[in-house]
């Protein structure tokens, strides 16, 4: 068990652009969930998946958001047309769907819209 | 509306003596809750966790008390060693989804 693995760690981009982050959950956790956390805040739920199914999407997920995860493992998320107000850490959870849940994180991806 | 608070931003501790990072809420329908530990540049790390139908959970030198009637939540660290030093975040579940705090930085002192 390696735990939750994302990719890039860091990314640097130009307001307009548009960026993909991937999540790898821990194998065999049914349930996965992106937050994100800006500084000096708590972590903000954004979206979670039931195997592919998207079962709940916050208000805070703008149309510019999508989230994907096509066969059930890992998971991306994208930002279309990047604003500075997107720059936060992206973080990713996975939990294997029983009574007790608990949501173990990956280290997240630091993003930075310039 | 913030549905987790901790109103300590940081909290300073002597090597050895006991922590206690507090944490309130205003949601009757949290079923869990649960502490995590965050170090700079990295993801939050589990910590422990109670249920909504219990009162206490210990876990080796970490405690979590729930007091539902006050809707508090607490977690004692005994002893507290140097490498609890972090951002320690207390989490609700609603849902599925977890309402975090602000968190409260933590600092052991030797």
């Known amino acids: 068990d390696t735990g939750v693995s994302q990719d890039p760690r860091h990314k640097i981009t130009k307001r307009g652009q548009n960026v993909t982050f991937r999540c790898d959950p821990i194998s065999e956790h049914n349930r996965l969930y992106w937050y994100r956390q800006t500084l000096g805040q708590g972590p903000e739920f954004l979206t979670y998946?039931?195997?592919?199914?998207?079962?709940?999407k916050s208000r805070l997920l703008s149309d510019r958001f999508s989230a994907e995860r096509p066969k059930g493992s890992f998971s991306t998320l994208e930002i279309q047309r990047t604003e500075q107000g997107d720059s936060a850490m992206y973080l990713c959870?996975?939990?294997?769907?029983?009574?007790?849940?608990?949501?173990?994180f990956g280290p997240g991806t630091r993003l930075t819209v310039l | 509306d913030q549905q987790v608070k901790q109103n300590s931003p940081s909290l300073s501790v002597q090597e050895g003596r006991i922590s206690i990072l507090n944490c309130d809420y205003t949601n009757s329908m949290f079923d869990y809750f649960l502490w995590y530990k965050k170090y700079p540049a990295e993801g939050p790390t589990f910590l422990i966790s109670?249920?909504?139908?219990?009162d206490k959970n210990e876990d080796g030198r970490f405690t979590v008390f729930l007091n539902k009637s006050a809707k508090h939540l607490s977690l004692h660290i005994v002893p507290s060693q140097p490498g609890d030093s972090a951002v320690y975040f207390c989490?609700?579940?609603?849902?599925?989804?977890?309402?975090f705090g602000q968190g409260t930085r933590l600092t052991i002192n030797p």
């Open positions: 989490a609700a579940r609603t849902a599925q989804k977890l309402v």
């Open positions: 959870a996975s939990s294997p769907g029983l009574a007790t849940d608990t949501q173990y």
């Open positions: 109670i249920s909504s139908i219990k």
């Open positions: 998946f039931q195997n592919e199914a998207q079962l709940e």
